[in-house]
């Protein structure tokens, strides 16, 4: 449910990253735009450390799953007679 949560902050961070900078694009003013512009800083740091936190999320839970045992042939020598 974290991850749910932290995936749709995440949306949320891109698309207002976008608007600013759209906006940014169309104010004439060159300090307005740098306003909007600082601000999308701001988020997209803020979005690398979402996602950051997510890919650890992600790293954690595969480290936590159980590795199937490997299928095929045996590697010569590993095999035990009684079952080769």
């Given at each position: 449910?974290?991850?749910k949560a932290l995936q749709a902050?995440?949306?949320v961070?891109?698309?207002e990253i976008l608007r600013l900078i759209n906006l940014a694009s169309?104010?004439?003013?060159?300090?307005?735009?740098d306003?909007?512009?600082?601000l999308a800083k701001d988020l997209q740091r803020e979005a690398r450390t979402v996602r950051a936190e997510l890919k650890k999320i992600s790293e954690s839970a595969a480290e936590s799953l159980p590795?199937?045992?490997?299928?095929?042939?045996?590697?010569?020598?590993?095999?035990?007679?009684?079952?080769?």
């Open positions: 449910m974290f991850t902050r995440l949306k961070l891109d698309d169309r104010v004439p003013d060159r300090a307005e735009q306003k909007h512009i600082l590795v199937a045992p490997q299928h095929g042939p045996t590697p010569p020598g590993s095999c035990h007679k009684k079952f080769c």
